[in-house]
């Protein structure tokens, strides 16, 4: 006789966290509980979901006993848990490296106070100038960054799908609305997968960091020197160009803002093909 599988309803048991079901299997004559455990993988689902939950419960543990040694009959269990999808944030920032203030904001020369204004004879935004060469500074720049760790089928995790996270980390600023955050201010700084314990899922780590636009759409557009209006996309960079301009009211040479070039330095992509949702809800695999 073949072995026959199918489920004994009257055992089913749902609690908070997990949904568990009982199995009858017959037919199962001379075969090992890794070749039975082989066949229930095969027939129950790998997920399940339970009434009143958004979000499938991935299935989490197979357990067996034969009722009568030799007899090819077996009891099994199979339990579905709730998701581990985890979410973890930092706000900080890193070091980066300016040749230019947005503003002067006081000025000095000797003991005399010098109204910081442009034009005047306020060595201008530029930052460490000494006379030849603009030498910048490094300042903390805030930004916030999050990961996020879902629960991905093995079955569904593919080489495709590695190619397709490749692809995004290449091009790794959002195009579209990404949790909330409008395109141009969500970086995607790769991925990290590795097999759950009980190797039917891949657990995959997403890591991302937020630097917000300067927009008219936010209020928070730049302004530069005498410059304003500057529109700038999150990860976009910002490089001044100068010109010499000569005090007539002192023997110095001034460096003034001519131009302010915003450099687009990342391609962009969709990141709705990570699948793992885009909204500002938590992440899922298969996630809106």
Known sequence: MAIQIWEDNPEYKVTANSITASYNIVGAVGMTWDQVRAAL???APISN??????????RRGIDGQEVEAKSGQWKATVTWAALTNQYTMKIGGQQQQIRCS?????AYKGTQYVPAQVGSNVPGVAIGWD??????ASIYVPQRTWTESVMIPVGQYTFDYEDTVFDIQKSPVNSVDFRGYAPGEVLFLGMQPQL??????MAATFEFSMSPNNSEDNGNLLSIGGISGIVKNGWDLVDVVYDNVVDSSQ????PLPKWVLVHQVYHYSDFSQLNIGTSESLPTWGGK
């Open 41 to 43: 993988l095969a027939f």
């Open 102 to 106: 947005y503003n002067v904001a006081q």
């Open 49 to 58: 979901i339970p009434a009143g939950h958004p979000y499938q419960w991935p």
């Open 251 to 254: 023997p110095q040479i001034i």
């Open 196 to 201: 759950d314990q009980n190797a039917e899922f």
């Open 131 to 136: 006379g030849r060469t603009v030498h910048g």
